[in-house]
């Protein structure tokens, strides 16, 4: 291609792409959510939904497709037209996931074009509102005088919880049973039928159901105590190591070589609402934050990031697929 070409082609497409960011969007915007209804992260996704419609014109339409923790919902996103009408609840659970089973039918890098960061939420070590262990400590020591009888649960493999509790065990040296459930919201369930005798919940799962007298909270993996719990130690705080702090992550992914103008556009419109205090104050009452990234290529530089980090944290942990 000569140089007029080039230059031709080039043109072309930033009108193409002005185009897109003109005529963006022009009829509802639908956002997958990989998590039950009810769970923490897509009780805030549709606490933000409404504000985040106001701000583009459109109504956004939240559809939940639950299974292999997220990869379902991920693939079906990856596959959808790459136009910006269809975007995933991406998190660094679909990084796990591909670490852990790299055969996957779909790359969380490659696949997808991130659009900005939405939330951020640490874990919480929880147990039965009625457990005889008051603090971190004395679950590890009960844990450690009975080896290979306790069991933690999490929403499936490769979710934040389940790197929380196999973290937990590897630092702690707990010989401990993991079990993946259902999904999130059959964490407190598990616990409270005994099936289970901890787990890591997502803050905006755990808190309500501390505050609501079902679970006991022992420890955070933020990096600080949160408000909502402030007599709650970290987790580092616990054990003393760096790898004790996790904080989970939920943001807008749109398929791959969506128009770079659509994806400005949806970026500056979750900046908007992520700055609104009532959606702020309503995502700190659960232990959440709301992040919002500074630009497309910001929430793609920190992905990519998180995907070393957490492939750190796997190989340390021993964490496999299937366990």
Not at 24 to 37: L, M, T
Not at 92 to 117: C, E, M, W, Y
Not at 146 to 151: E, I, L, T, V
Not at 257 to 274: G, I, Q, S, W
Request: positive net charge; glycine residues 8%; contains cysteine.
């Amino acid at each position: 291609m000569d140089r007029r070409a080039f230059l031709a082609s080039a043109l072309a497409a930033t009108a193409t792409s002005a185009a897109w960011a003109n005529s963006f969007p022009s009829r509802p915007v639908r956002v997958i959510s990989p998590y039950a209804a009810g769970g923490g992260p897509d009780v805030q996704l549709r606490q933000t939904g409404p504000s985040l419609g106001e701000v583009l014109g459109q109504s956004i339409v939240i559809e939940n497709k639950v299974g292999a923790a997220g990869v379902l919902a991920a693939q079906y996103v990856a596959q959808q037209p790459a136009d910006g009408y269809t975007c995933l609840l991406g998190s660094n659970t679909h990084l796990i996931q591909k670490l852990l089973q790299p055969g996957l039918r779909f790359d969380p890098i490659g696949d997808f074009a991130p659009v900005s960061n939405l939330m951020s939420s640490p874990t919480v070590l929880v147990v039965r509102a009625d457990a005889p262990w008051r603090t971190a400590q004395e679950l590890i020591a009960a844990l450690k005088a009975q080896p290979a009888q306790a069991n933690y649960g999490s929403g499936g493999i490769g979710t934040s919880a389940h790197l929380a509790g196999a973290t937990l065990a590897s630092l702690a040296g707990l010989q401990v049973t993991h079990i993946p459930l259902k999904g999130s919201v059959e964490i407190a369930a598990s616990l409270i039928r005994g099936d289970t005798q901890y787990a890591f919940p997502v803050a905006g799962t755990g808190i309500p159901q501390v505050q609501g007298g079902k679970l006991r909270a022992l420890a955070v993996t933020s990096r600080k105590r949160l408000s909502q719990l402030p007599d709650v130690p970290t987790l580092q705080e616990v054990l003393n190591n760096e790898l004790a702090v996790q904080e989970s992550w939920f943001g807008l992914w749109a398929p791959a070589k969506t128009p770079p103008a659509v994806l400005d556009t949806l970026n500056a419109a979750v900046r908007k609402v992520a700055a609104q205090p009532a959606l702020r104050a309503a995502f700190e009452a659960v232990g959440n934050e709301a992040t919002a990234s500074a630009s497309p290529q910001a929430f793609a530089d920190f992905v990519r990031s998180e995907n070393r980090k957490w492939a750190e944290i796997i190989q340390l942990a021993g964490i496999t697929a299937n366990s």
